[in-house]
């Protein structure tokens, strides 16, 4: 439990950086200063200048200024920003899926925990002496006696019938909000059908 909730944490945590460094990446190339620019010009080869103006169709090199780097910039970024947006949206949905697998296996864990203390219990210590967990019937499950004190009325609610597994019939029992009252937890038990002749 203690893995997955830390594997669970450093998910959500890695994509919030993530994202968090992405949006600032899109935010300087949108706000860059002519100095920036500049540089940014500057930092690349002639070869690399010069198939750049062939791209954008800037044919005199003399005439340029920052505002026609700034322009060139901003259009090779384009691309860029949809190819990131692509990348946002492919992280968004792995994350999703390994949320919800988390999500499923978290839920797995938590009634197999609910399963064992029930089966810890003075009632669960009665049923598994006589039934093994993939035993297939009819379970009838009632829920708690309210009534935790000697005196009064005492009863066990009815809660339904399962017809499954030992562990299907737990399942639906440890679910159902009647089963516990005041902690010690309902009772299930095996029915025998009585065929007559």
């Excluded at 620019?37 to 080869?45: A, P, Q, V």
């Excluded at 009634?111 to 203390?117: G, P, S, T």
């Amino acid at each position: 439990m203690n893995k997955q909730r830390t594997k669970k944490v450093a998910l959500s945590f890695g994509s919030v950086i993530f994202i968090y460094y992405l949006c600032i990446v899109t935010y300087k190339h949108k706000h860059m200063t002519n100095k920036e620019i500049l540089m940014w010009w500057d930092s690349m080869s002639i070869a690399e200048r010069i198939s750049l103006r062939e791209k954008y169709r800037f044919n005199s090199p003399q005439s340029m200024d920052v505002d026609d780097y700034r322009s060139i910039y901003e259009q090779e970024h384009k691309h860029t920003s949809k190819e990131r947006i692509t990348e946002i949206d492919e992280l968004i949905a792995k994350l999703q899926a390994e949320k919800e697998k988390l999500e499923v296996e978290s839920k797995v864990s938590d009634i197999d925990a609910k399963i064992n203390d029930y089966l810890d219990s003075y009632y669960g210590r009665q049923l598994v002496e006589a039934h093994t967990l993939d035993e297939y019937g009819l379970w009838e499950v009632k829920g708690e006696d309210p009534n935790c004190d000697f005196g009064g009325v005492h009863i066990q609610p009815k809660l339904g019938i399962v017809q499954g597994t030992l562990k299907q019939a737990l399942v639906y029992a440890l679910n159902h909000p009647n089963f516990y009252t005041w902690g010690s937890g309902g009772k299930i038990e095996k029915v025998n059908i009585i065929t007559m002749d």
